[in-house]
């Protein structure tokens, strides 16, 4: 059985220098697959890479965390700050979910507009992901699900990282107490929707063998890059990461990866990891590759 490789790189669209690192993560490294934000400040930049470029995979990076909404503010409301833009995590989502303070039905017309507004954009989405993970939070997968296959978008990511993969990407250099949260975070995501995959296949939907990422978010090593293609198992596994160039537009946003994404980038364009990618056997695809073999 061949060993397939996804190398999905979150946040396409989030800024202009997100946008070129992940182009050229794809162009000169491993870099097969990435997530648009639809709500995003350089979407449209995004949109334009996508269409000048060959090869790269483009899903729905669904969003509930950052930045304005993609539907009528009014027809979303629950879902946004005194601000009328999206805020917060997965936990403070979750504690909505939970004292009912959010729509699942406005969850729902938020997703379907940001879906619609990348395919207005002429891209056939490849899958469907969320940022932060948000669309593994309990009542939401199903929408996202439900999403899919309304709008003909054969493949979801399934958050649920395998240990073995994530004990392949440690590495002593990562920052320790971040890793270790990041980990708590994985499992936690698995116990949210541990009937996910069960939803996948009963819906006819694909989605990949295996999944990591999320305890070396930001903290990446060529090391553990390295190991994991050493130790990659048979089937396909998803890889996600966050390459990017540090402009002044991300400097200004709240998320904590900033300077990692330059470091992020260098790892996966680095020769060294190309030559084992090739020497190992492992062939790179994207969701729509996975799709059309299923």
């Known amino acids: ?80 700050n005194n601000a009328g833009e999206f805020e917060g995590g997965p936990d403070g989502l979750l504690l909505k979910i939970a004292t009912r303070a959010l729509s699942i039905r406005e969850v729902e017309i938020e997703w379907e507009a940001q879906i619609s507004r990348v395919r207005k954009a002429g891209i056939e989405p490849t899958h469907l992901d969320g940022h932060k993970h948000v669309h593994m939070l309990p009542g939401l997968f199903e929408i996202a699900l439900r999403l899919a296959k309304r709008n003909g978008i054969a493949a979801i990511r399934v958050s649920h990282e395998a240990s073995s993969l994530r004990a392949a990407l440690s590495t002593g250099e990562a920052h320790a107490v971040v890793v270790l949260k990041q980990g708590v975070q994985a499992r936690g995501l698995k116990l949210l929707a541990r009937d996910a995959r069960e939803l996948v296949e009963r819906a006819g939907v694909s989605t990949a063998d295996y999944f990591c990422g999320i305890a070396q978010t930001g903290e990446l090593t060529k090391q553990g890059v390295a190991r994991l293609l050493r130790s990659l198992p048979e089937g396909t596994t998803e890889l996600m990461c966050h390459p990017g160039y540090l402009d002044d537009a991300l400097r200004k946003t709240a998320t904590r990866l900033q300077a990692s994404r330059e470091k992020e980038l260098e790892i996966l364009t680095d020769m060294e990891i190309r030559n084992l990618v090739a020497s190992q056997g492992i062939r790179l695809i994207d969701y729509a590759f996975l799709a059309s073999t299923v």
Do not use: K
């Open 1 to 80: 059985m061949p060993r397939n490789l996804i190398v999905n790189a979150d946040d396409f669209g989030w800024t202009a220098g997100v946008n070129r690192g992940i182009a050229e993560a794809h162009r000169n490294g491993i870099v097969t697959s990435a997530s648009l934000l639809a709500n995003g400040e350089a979407f449209a930049e995004a949109v334009e890479l996508t269409r000048t470029g060959r090869g790269l995979g483009v899903g729905v990076h669904l969003n509930l965390n950052d930045g304005p909404p993609v539907a009528p503010r009014d027809a979303v409301p629950t879902l946004l």
